[in-house]
């Protein structure tokens, strides 16, 4: 099946540090959906990009999809203690989404 | 706001027991899927279902089925539970069949652990 390659695993940064993750495939999607999942809880969606070259923002975050449509990338800028999770990209197929492996975030006051 | 709803947020259970886990959704969704989520191994799509009464197979449907009675509702059963099956499972809907920039919203989750 398709597979998306999340990078980096995890991330271990200082608070106010930018932070930087971005997803790669072999397939083509037409949607790239950022989310974040909290411990214990269901993931909850930050960014969505419809449009091949799309850059996106919401608050701190920012998203971009790439032009060759295989790729996308989320950057946060001047991390804070509650953007502790992890981050999952994922590709919409017509039958469900494939998610990356997620990167995990974890900020030291 | 879109609300999916599961209907546990733990469950303990035996090896062979039937299990069945419930997930709402209140938007009026004709979408509904059931993933599992393991360390290392991401989200899994196990069925998914675009209407009432119809379900699809996803990546690892094996040892699961589903039931889709009415659009709000979608279960995920589990006919002889194994510890193999110990895992969260998150219920996800999204507005419209058929559309690929349909965007899915997830429920809390259910932490499964099969004794």
């Known amino acids: 099946g398709q597979q998306l390659n999340q990078s980096p695993q995890s991330m271990f940064i200082q608070e106010g540090e930018d932070v930087s993750m971005n997803c790669t495939s072999s397939?083509?999607?037409?949607?790239w959906l950022w989310y974040k999942q909290d411990p214990g809880e269901g993931p909850v969606l930050l960014i969505a990009?419809?449009?091949?070259?799309e850059l996106t923002s919401n608050g701190r975050l920012t998203a971009q999809f790439g032009i060759t449509r295989k790729d996308s990338f989320l950057n946060i800028s001047a991390s804070i203690p509650s953007d502790v999770g992890i981050y999952f990209c994922?590709?919409?197929?017509?039958?469900?989404?494939?998610f990356g492996k997620g990167t995990h975030l974890i900020i030291q006051p | 706001d879109v609300k999916v709803t599961q209907s546990s947020r733990y469950l303990v259970k035996r090896t062979g027991e039937k299990v069945f886990l419930e997930c709402v959704q209140d938007?009026?969704?004709?979408?509904m899927f059931w993933y599992r989520q393991d360390p290392g191994l991401g989200l899994r799509l196990i069925y998914f279902?675009?209407?009432?009464?119809?379900?699809e197979k996803g990546d690892i449907p094996e040892g699961y089925s589903v039931s889709r009675e009415k659009k709000e509702r979608f279960s995920l059963i589990l006919e002889s539970a194994s510890t193999n099956q110990t895992s969260m499972y998150l219920c996800?809907?999204?507005?419209?069949?058929?559309?690929?920039?349909?965007?899915?919203?997830f429920g809390p989750g259910t932490r499964l652990t099969v004794l």
């Open positions: 994922a590709g919409d197929r017509a039958d469900g989404l494939t």
């Open positions: 397939s083509i999607f037409n949607t």
């Open positions: 996800a809907s999204s507005l419209r069949a058929g559309q690929s920039t349909d965007t899915q919203y």
């Open positions: 279902s675009y209407d009432v009464k119809m379900k």
């Open positions: 938007m009026d969704h004709e979408n």
């Open positions: 990009l419809y449009k091949a070259g």
